[in-house]
């Protein structure tokens, strides 16, 4: 199993519980879906995921990375892991980036840091690659630009290039089509199955369960605890708790 997370419980210094007993696993070929509202504790579980969570939380349970605990695991073996195995598409695209580093830049040192024997030329051809399977063609000027200067959807599809150009085994995507137009999305997920299709694991992190149709399975998430499980078919089909009906009615309603 590559992801296998277990008894997952993230409790705020404070006492608040934000997240409790969530158990899921992910191997390799397989698209999970976890979808919930607003507030219901997916950008706490990614962050848990990763590795990201500050010392003002406090983690029980097991992040298990092809059998080895990520929460017990060295500094020196998480750096290994996270960013070349293990990737996250962060929810916030415009805070991702260093503002005062051109693009290119950036996802050349993304990609060095794991691979600090590759060649200039290869390391070049890679982030040119990378980008284009990404839909984006206008590369001289994307490489060239500090973060600032390119639009909320590009910035979301340049970082979506930079968790995928270490050819990671498990990536981890939280809202990652949310500031990217309905044609490009369509694209982006027809890329993201493809992936997995190529034995990439994806996590998929939503609110929205019209964009989670993709996946294999999905859990709903409220209030800190999953809800229901089950494959795409049966929660858009036969949903049993009342909150999966109404993020589908809800999903009904916007279509209207
Ligand atoms: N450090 C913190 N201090 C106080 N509350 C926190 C902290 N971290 C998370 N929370 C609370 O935990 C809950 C879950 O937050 P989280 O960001 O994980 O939700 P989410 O499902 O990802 O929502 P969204 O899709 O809006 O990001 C929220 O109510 C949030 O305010």
Do not use: W
């Not at 409790?11 to 992910?26: M, R, V, W």
């Not at 890679?126 to 639009?151: E, H, M």
Request: charged share 20%; proline share 2%.
């Amino acid at each position: 199993m590559f992801l296998d997370v277990r008894d997952l419980t993230i409790t705020l210094k404070t006492g608040e519980e934000i997240a409790k007993d969530i158990s899921f696993s992910i191997d390799g070929g397989e698209m999970l879906s976890i979808v919930g509202s607003s507030g219901a504790g997916k950008t706490t579980v990614c962050k848990a995921v990763m590795g990201l969570l500050s010392s003002n939380y406090s983690i029980s349970g097991e992040v298990l990375y092809r059998g080895e605990n990520l929460l017990h695991c060295s500094k020196k073996r998480l750096q290994a892991i996270y960013g070349k195995e293990i990737c996250y598409i962060m929810q916030n695209p415009m805070t991702a980036f260093n503002p005062s580093l051109r693009i290119g830049r950036q996802l050349e040192k993304t990609c060095y840091l794991h691979n600090p024997q590759i060649s200039r030329q290869e390391l070049q051809l890679l982030v040119s690659n990378t980008l284009q399977q990404l839909g984006l063609d206008d590369l001289k000027r994307i490489l060239k630009s500090y973060p600032d200067a390119l639009s909320g959807g590009m910035l979301q599809r340049i970082m979506i290039a930079a968790a995928l150009i270490n050819q990671p085994t498990i990536l981890v995507a939280d809202e990652a089509t949310t500031a990217i137009d309905a044609c490009n999305r369509i694209e982006l997920m027809q890329l993201l199955r493809q992936l997995c299709s190529g034995g990439m694991a994806i996590l998929f992190v939503t609110h929205d369960l019209r964009a989670a149709s993709m996946a294999d399975r999905i859990l709903i998430m409220n209030d800190g605890q999953l809800v229901e499980a089950g494959t795409t078919e049966q929660i858009f089909n036969e949903p049993k708790e009342e909150y999966t009906k109404y993020l589908l009615s809800a999903c009904t309603l916007e279509r209207r």
